[in-house]
């Protein structure tokens, strides 16, 4: 993928792809598509797309549009698989690097798609993403009885930093 910007493009093309998924950008239509649960002509959601953490999500990415404008390269994106097109999840960064260059990221997948490596495949395309558009580290945090996200961290080579009564905060450093 090209690693220059173009934010005058249609969000496809600015897509993430990996061998299964295309993690699409989302945009101020298409997240207030999501937090009112109605799908666009062009959306095919699986089951339980969006859930609460999507609709969430939306929200955080319309704040962070208000507070900063667009994002880029540091969005939202929807999980859709390559062979049907089905978003099955949403990904991305809540909102710019901070003044480290730090970059906050966030998944989830309908229950449906969970188990198969999807997180694991959106997660890397993401880590890639922050590392070529300068990110000095990706974090994240889980529930402490995620197991299965603490998983997905650990399988892409983010590391446990600390964990409060809560949540497990994990980071991934650019090299």
Excluded: C
């Excluded at 005058?8 to 950008?25: H, I």
């Excluded at 309908?110 to 558009?133: N, P, V």
């Amino acid at each position: 993928m090209d690693d220059t910007w173009d934010t005058s493009d249609p969000p496809a093309s600015r897509s993430l792809l990996t061998e299964r998924l295309v993690l699409r950008p989302l945009d101020a239509d298409g997240a207030r598509r999501l937090i009112d649960g109605a799908p666009g002509p062009d959306d095919h959601w699986g089951p339980g797309y969006p859930d609460a953490g999507d609709r969430a999500g939306a929200q955080r990415y319309l704040r962070v549009l208000a507070a900063h404008g667009d994002p880029l390269p540091f969005g939202a994106y929807e999980i859709r698989r390559r062979d049907d097109g089905t978003t099955i999840g949403g990904a991305g960064f809540h909102g710019p690097a901070d003044a480290r260059g730090r970059v906050t990221v966030g998944y989830g997948l309908i229950r449906s798609a969970r188990g198969r490596g999807y997180a694991t495949e959106a997660l890397r395309a993401l880590l890639d993403h922050a590392r070529k558009h300068g990110a000095t580290a990706v974090l994240g945090d889980t529930d402490l009885e995620n197991t299965a996200s603490q998983r997905v961290m650990e399988a892409v080579g983010m590391r446990l930093l600390r964990e409060d009564g809560r949540l497990r905060y994990y980071a991934a450093e650019s090299s």
